[in-house]
């Protein structure tokens, strides 16, 4: 069966909301930090975005910036969330929890070195775009028998790339290009995407 035979036909695209290690502007990875008062703003703002759009049920990440995002939302709009382990945010390995300024001092030349090969360079004990891509396709997969109405799923910037990419049929330059801001929803059908 071909791949996009098992994606959802239609999807709802989400990234959790504003952290207090997004204001730091620290790398979260696997690692958590909670929801600013924007970032529960922009769960409400999500919610009102989607109301009557026919959302059948929530698929989330199962890490607690996203899950508490997703729980806002579904309490909003009155439907069920289902955790996704494969939603989770790409692996950001001995990495995560630091800033670039950080990294930059104790692994001087490691981002000239990631930008030569962003979609395949991985994180040191974590992922790469390249080793998660198979994943978010798992997730697509998993969140596609969502039955009455339309799945949304809630997930990061970095993984939410690898989901747009796969349901818009982009190569790997142009996944990488997106852009995911806080509080924004994407309408994913058919390879196509509209901002709601």
């Not at 909670?34 to 970032?39: H, N």
């Not at 974590?126 to 969140?143: K, T």
């Not at 190569?171 to 994913?188: K, N, S």
Request: aromatic share 6%; with cysteine.
């Amino acid at each position: 069966m071909p791949l996009a035979a098992r994606m959802p036909d239609r999807l709802f695209l989400a990234r959790h909301g504003q952290t207090e290690w997004n204001l730091e502007r620290r790398m979260q990875g696997r690692l958590d930090s909670p929801l600013t008062s924007a970032g529960i703003e922009h769960a409400h703002a999500i919610a009102r975005r989607l109301e009557s759009s026919g959302v059948g049920l929530i698929c989330t990440s199962p890490l607690g910036r996203a899950r508490r995002t997703a729980e806002i939302v579904a309490e909003h709009l009155d439907v069920a969330v289902v955790v996704v382990d494969e939603l989770a945010e790409v692996d950001l390995g001995t990495f995560a929890g630091r800033t670039w300024d950080e990294i930059d001092e104790t692994h001087p030349g490691v981002r000239a070195l990631r930008s030569e090969n962003r979609y395949g360079w991985a994180f040191p004990g974590g992922e790469s775009y390249a080793s998660a891509r198979p994943r978010a396709l798992r997730a697509l997969e998993e969140c596609s028998w969502a039955g009455e109405g339309t799945p949304l799923l809630v997930s990061h910037e970095m993984i939410g790339r690898l989901l747009r990419g796969a349901m818009l049929g982009y190569g790997h330059a142009d996944t990488l290009a997106l852009r995911h801001p806080h509080g924004i929803v994407f309408e994913l059908a058919h390879g196509t995407e509209r901002l709601l």
